[in-house]
């Protein structure tokens, strides 16, 4: 029985013998692939923690943290490792693999019976400079990714340091929120006392008591507020939220030092690094619309044969073209100088929103800046001391409750205004560094011991 067939191999396998063994392998395979489908051991399902956290948490610390494990950088660091895998391929040598052709037939004639062979060999390769211009646009493609990953690396160092700093704010707020609170419990109880004692009115200890729901209430919010800042922290550090993160320092506003406007845009426009991945785009966009003008010309497809006919040896060689006559590339070439035209516009936008973002975030922070200036740890500390003097007129009956009521709502006023001023600052700081991509940076607002100061 001959080895090949005209219609096909033609091999042991589909005898019963050969079927028999053959559907035997068929269940071996399925088995290993339902065993390799298996887990060998439970699924890791924990979110993960912070257990290599330093515990204070360095501003810097937080920071490292969130640039290793950030679940958008990593993401957006495998999409880099894509675009670079896809530029290994743009830049083959050939097309294609070789094509390596064999074939046998039987022939029938009246002096007997002969079997002819022919072996061929074929290779698709380039033309245009196809190669070139696919490797160059998939080059730029994953120069653009690589930027984009930088701006984000830089972007979410920027979150980190607000989100670090808005615990800190909101710690503090709870501070200034529990000495309200001991405040007005203490005045609630000299109140009762001297209602007992025949020396104070209803009106004193209801003021008094309507001050100490207002505590608890502002005290309550400054908690909501901590425990909403802590978790957007562990967001950004991807740590588990129910883990208790305990920011170490305590805000201490400096002002930045800014060169003026115009030297920081410039700066701002050289160094964002998404900028110059839409610049990249561009130039991808542009490479990739002069391949399918190149895809006109056709690859050729190198071939070698060699065949036996009847005794008779045969060697030869050719060239095959597919010739681009019915399918013009036409909609390729559209759709790549749109997408050409699209990268452009999204690079000119870009550049108008970095303008934007840098002037907007400088005005906030210079009006944040004045704010906190203003409405500083000053203000505050007058308007307890005049609560507390007031306090201290009522003990003597030299003011009544009115009095008490208007400095508990003088302080209330200053503490939100200055609180607010703080978050505007943090705010805005982070954002400046985030619109100038890490030109300025916000790490001086937290005052740490010597040995845990920041150097990012």
Same mark, same amino acid.
């Given at each position: ?21 053959f ?32 515990d204070p ?39 294609s ?34 190669r $070139? ?21 830089t ?9 670090f ?49 207002r ?22 550090l ?8 305990n ?19 410039? #700066?701002?426009l ?8 839409a ?13 399918? $003008? ?96 007031? #306090? ?7 003011v009544?409750?009115?009095a ?11 503490? $939100?205004?200055?609180?607010?001023a703080?978050e505007?600052?943090i705010?805005?700081?982070?954002a ?19 040995s ?5």
């Amino acid at each position: 029985m001959p080895l090949f067939h005209p219609q096909g191999w033609r091999t042991s396998a589909y005898t019963p013998t050969g079927r028999y063994h053959f559907n035997r392998l068929r269940l071996y395979a399925a088995g290993l692939l339902l065993a390799l489908s298996i887990p060998s051991g439970p699924v890791n399902a924990q979110p993960p923690t912070a257990a290599g956290l330093p515990d204070p948490l360095t501003l810097q610390a937080a920071v490292d943290q969130a640039l290793q494990h950030n679940y958008a950088i990593r993401a957006a660091a495998a999409e880099v490792r894509r675009f670079e895998g896809e530029a290994v391929h743009a830049g083959r040598w050939v097309p294609s693999n070789p094509v390596l052709d064999v074939k046998s037939a039987e022939r029938d004639a009246p002096g007997g019976t002969s079997t002819d062979i022919g072996i061929s060999l074929a290779q698709e390769v380039w033309t245009g400079g196809k190669r $070139r211009l696919q490797a160059s646009a998939a080059d730029a493609r994953s120069q653009a990714a690589r930027g984009r990953l930088e701006f984000l690396h830089t972007s979410t160092a920027a979150r980190t340091r607000r989100a670090f700093l808005q615990v800190l704010l909101a710690r503090e707020a709870r501070r200034t929120g529990q000495r309200l609170l001991t405040a007005a419990q203490e005045l609630q109880r000299y109140t009762r006392r001297r209602l007992e004692a025949g020396e104070a009115t209803a009106l004193a200890v209801n003021t008094a008591a309507i001050g100490v729901a207002r505590a608890r209430a502002e005290l309550s919010r400054a908690d909501r507020d901590l425990t909403r800042a802590r978790l957007a922290l562990a967001e950004l550090l991807a740590v588990d939220p129910g883990q208790d993160l305990n920011p170490a320092g305590r805000l201490q506003p400096v002002a930045l030092e800014l060169p003026d406007r115009e030297t920081l845009l410039q #700066r701002s426009l050289e160094r964002r690094s998404d900028l110059a991945a839409a610049a990249q785009a561009v130039v991808a966009a542009q490479k990739e619309l002069q391949l399918t $003008r190149r895809q006109l010309i056709p690859n050729l497809t190198i071939m070698g044969f060699y065949e036996e006919e009847e005794s008779a040896e045969i060697l030869g060689g050719g060239l095959s073209v597919s010739l681009p006559l019915l399918h013009r590339y036409r909609g390729e070439q559209q759709s790549a100088s749109a997408r050409l035209q699209q990268d452009q516009v999204a690079r000119d936008a870009l550049r108008l929103q970095v303008r934007r973002e840098v002037l907007q975030a400088l005005a906030d922070y210079r009006s944040a800046r004045e704010q906190v200036e203003v409405a500083g740890e000053t203000m505050l500390s007058a308007a307890e001391q005049n609560l507390a003097l007031t #306090r201290t007129a009522f003990r003597a009956g030299k003011v009544g409750a009115p009095a008490i009521t208007t400095a508990q709502d003088n302080l209330l006023s200053v503490r $939100r205004t200055y609180l607010t001023a703080l978050e505007e600052l943090i705010v805005a700081g982070t954002a400046l560094e985030s619109a100038t991509g890490g030109l300025i940076r916000m790490h001086q607002g937290v005052s740490q011991p010597a040995s845990q100061e920041s150097t990012r």
